[in-house]
């Protein structure tokens, strides 16, 4: 079972829509979540690096948040646009270094 | 100017060949990695370096062999290619190891094995 479970794994919204993307994990120890944006064709982007006392970190558009009580994370988008379709992964890191990576989740705004 | 470049872009071979992809990065960072993202668009780390030493191996084939000549690249060489390496790997590098280092992706390099 992998360490990093993202839902949906898909979803389609009209532009100008809010989504919001959700990350389960159990990685233990935890040192950091990273949300990453991945166009087609294109390597990952990081979008926001979140440590274990942050709740809440916003760019632009996006904002993430992280429970490590729950071991829950969100990332939501706000107002979208054309550009934001692309594959959104959460990645988790453990304090030796280890990178757990969730599948995705593919975002299609469609116009 | 490109941040993380991998060569080639794109790589066609037969079974049973061997191949290199190359990395380079300008941003002066310490630490290197390649990543395998397969048909279901799943990124799973291979290796990582940090000053030309191997940090992470991830459970690879030993058929993979990474090399860095020095902390600007980090090319991987693939002996006896198999069909199920088909996939797009990923060079990435970062400042340093800890862990709110920033990663930066190269473009991809979409290796097809026949």
């Known amino acids: 079972k992998n360490q990093v479970e993202q839902s949906p794994q898909s979803l389609i919204i009209l532009e100008g829509k809010n989504c919001t993307l959700q990350?389960?994990?159990?990685?233990?120890?935890?040192?950091?979540l990273r949300w990453y944006k991945q166009d087609t064709g294109r390597g990952p982007v990081s979008l926001t690096i979140?440590?274990?006392?942050?709740n809440t970190k916003s760019n632009g558009r996006y904002t993430a948040t992280l429970d490590a009580d729950t071991k829950q994370s969100s990332l939501h988008i706000t107002a979208s646009q054309l550009s934001d379709s692309a594959s959104y992964i959460c990645?988790?890191?453990?304090?030796?270094?280890?990178?757990?990576f969730g599948a995705g989740t593919t975002v299609t705004v469609r116009a | 100017d490109t941040a993380v470049s991998q060569t080639p872009k794109y790589l066609v071979t037969q079974m049973g060949n061997d191949k290199s992809i190359k990395c380079e990065q300008n941003?002066?960072?310490?630490?290197m990695y390649w990543y395998k993202q397969d048909s279901k668009k799943f990124l799973k780390i291979m290796f990582s370096?940090?000053?030309?030493?191997?940090?992470i191996n991830e459970t690879v084939p030993n058929r993979f062999s990474p090399k860095s000549p020095d902390k600007a690249h980090l090319n991987l060489h693939i002996n006896s290619l198999e069909l199920g390496d088909s996939a797009v790997y990923f060079c990435?590098?970062?400042?340093?190891?800890?862990?709110?280092?920033?990663?930066?992706f190269g473009p991809g390099t979409r290796l097809t094995v026949t």
């Open positions: 990435a590098s970062s400042q340093g190891l800890a862990g709110t280092y920033e990663q930066y």
């Open positions: 990350c389960n994990y159990t990685v233990s120890p935890f040192s950091n």
């Open positions: 979140m440590t274990f006392s942050e």
């Open positions: 990645v988790v890191r453990r304090n030796d270094y280890k990178l757990s």
């Open positions: 941003l002066g960072h310490d630490t």
């Open positions: 370096y940090n000053n030309k030493e191997l940090i």
